[in-house]
């Protein structure tokens, strides 16, 4: 079955270590995104990118980077530089090509950095 | 920039009933995709429903049907017959072009719960 991988489900850090959560998708899809999601917050857009080797900062960049060296895999490193980087994140991706084409969403991986 | 506002944080309805979600957004663009989204305790993000900007009948999807109002900058989603699967976070969502990219900004969501 066609999906976008997040793995892991759960992530654990000390403070001032960077960290990498994977991505990985196979449904061919152009576009890829990563969102972070706090309570009482929404999903707020960390970077996205449509083409390989191209992605664009988010609303909320700062402190993370990201890679597009393939279609399929969209890398998220989170840094010691994001002042608060425990949160739920989610991967997503969409067809890129097709206005409108609505996103399909990993399960997400929830960091904890202590 | 563009914002989206839901401002029902929580809201509630009995089972077998119909409940509205409200959505407000502000942008300047005049083409643009407005979509809701459900999270349910799993996380799983699960699109409910879309609509395109220049369309002006309302779109509908099986028990969910939403009231766009264009020139109000309003995107309410209508659930008919709410089930206990109904129960989740919903978000609404807006995106727009960006250069050649789309971007798609979403609400702070309102918690559904449907009760018994």
């Known amino acids: 079955d066609g999906g976008i991988t997040q793995s892991p489900k759960y992530l654990f850090r000390k403070e001032g270590q960077n960290v990498t959560l994977s991505c990985e998708q196979n449904?061919?899809?152009?576009?890829m995104y990563w969102y972070r999601q706090d309570p009482g917050q929404g999903l707020r857009l960390i970077y996205y990118?449509?083409?390989?080797?191209?992605?664009q900062k988010g609303d909320i960049a700062e402190g993370y980077s990201v890679s597009r060296e393939k279609k399929e895999s969209f890398p998220l490193t989170v840094t010691s530089a994001q002042k608060n980087p425990t949160a739920f994140y989610l991967c997503?991706?969409?067809?890129?090509?097709?206005?409108?084409?609505?996103?399909?969403f990993g399960n997400g991986t929830r960091l904890t950095v202590t | 920039a563009q914002t989206v506002t839901q401002s029902q944080p929580e809201m509630s309805v009995q089972e077998a009933e119909t409940v509205t979600l409200s959505c407000t957004y502000d942008?300047?663009?005049?083409?643009?995709?407005l979509f809701w989204y459900k999270q349910p305790p799993s996380r799983q993000m699960i699109l409910v429903i879309r609509?395109?900007?220049?369309?002006?009948q309302n779109a509908t999807e099986n028990r969910f049907s939403v009231n766009f109002q264009k020139a109000a900058k309003s995107f309410s989603l209508k659930i008919s017959d709410s089930q206990l699967g109904d129960t989740a976070m919903y978000f609404c969502?807006?995106?727009?072009?960006?250069?050649?990219?789309?971007?798609?900004?979403f609400g702070k969501g309102t918690l559904l719960t449907v009760n018994p």
């Open positions: 997503a991706s969409s067809i890129g090509t097709g206005w409108g084409s609505p996103l399909h």
């Open positions: 449904l061919n899809h152009d576009a």
């Open positions: 990118s449509q083409i390989v080797n191209d992605f």
């Open positions: 942008t300047s663009e005049n083409n643009y995709y």
């Open positions: 609509q395109e900007a220049y369309k002006q």
């Open positions: 969502a807006f995106m727009k072009h960006v250069g050649s990219n789309y971007k798609l900004t």
